[in-house]
T-cell receptor, first 112, second 112 residues
Framework: SQQGEEDPQALSIQEGENATMNCSYK?????LQWYRQNSGRGLVHLIL?????REKHSGRLRVTLDTSKKSSSLLITASRAADTASYFC????????????FGKGTLLTVNP | KAGVTQTPRYLIKTRGQQVTLSCSPI?????VSWYQQTPGQGLQFLFE???????NKGNFPGRFSGRQFSNSRSEMNVSTLELGDSALYLC???????????FGDGTRLSIL
């Protein structure tokens, strides 16, 4: 079963607007990762935020992490049509039994 | 550096057959993981290999198996294919703890 939940499930915005996606999880994490997936393709890694970090930036992307609330958010500023994709958060719980646990994702549509 | 390479990209099989999918990780990466993605179940972890050893396995039947070679390349095998095995199979590699996973473009498996 999936332990990460993104919301909203779908988001439609105009080019130039900001898009915010949220992710909640239930158990402790080593780090949390955000990925983008264009239709029918593999996942592209966006940002990894460690459990002791609160915020990270990469270009137009900003990720926050609140471990007390077990939640994270991904902000895409000044969105472009090319940002249209599904976005997933994935929990790395660490340890020797490594795996990523994914949420169901947010489908972002950026209209030109 | 070349990314994660998966072959073949597309595969069509019939029920009862078996299939082998291949994955070449990023050079230097010793951890290789496999995931299944379907519209209904989303992204689900299959297994993770490190230095030719399976370190973790997801909740899939024994028909799903894998292996890793000394050069870190990995294969997964699905025997006695069922209609429900139709999915995008994704391979990912990573370079170490608290490092992101990098995904290939996947193999789209269709069962007729």
């Amino acid at each position: 079963s999936q332990q990460g939940e993104e919301d909203p499930q779908a988001l439609s915005i105009q080019e130039g607007e900001n898009a915010t996606m949220n992710c909640s999880y239930k158990t402790s994490i080593n780090n949390l990762q955000w990925y983008r997936q264009n239709s029918g393709r593999g996942l592209v890694h966006l940002i990894l935020i460690r459990s002791n970090e609160r915020e990270k930036h990469s270009g137009r992307l900003r990720v926050t992490l609140d471990t007390s609330k077990k939640s994270s958010s991904l902000l895409i500023t000044a969105s472009r049509a090319a940002d249209t994709a599904s976005y997933f958060c994935a929990r790395d719980s660490g340890g020797s039994n490594y795996k990523l646990t994914f949420g169901k994702g947010t489908l972002l549509t950026v209209n030109p | 550096k070349a990314g994660v390479t998966q072959t073949p990209r597309y595969l069509i099989k019939t029920r009862g057959q078996q299939v082998t999918l291949s994955c070449s990780p990023i050079s230097g990466h010793r951890s290789v993981s496999w995931y299944q993605q379907t519209p209904g179940q989303g992204l689900q972890f299959l297994f993770e290999y490190f230095s030719e050893t399976q370190r973790n396995k997801g909740n899939f039947p024994g028909r799903f198996s894998g292996r890793q070679f000394s050069n870190s390349r990995s294969e997964m095998n699905v025997s006695t294919l069922e209609l429900g095995d139709s999915a995008l199979y994704l391979c990912a590699s990573r370079g170490g703890n608290n490092q992101p996973q990098h995904f290939g473009d996947g193999t789209r498996l269709s069962i007729l």
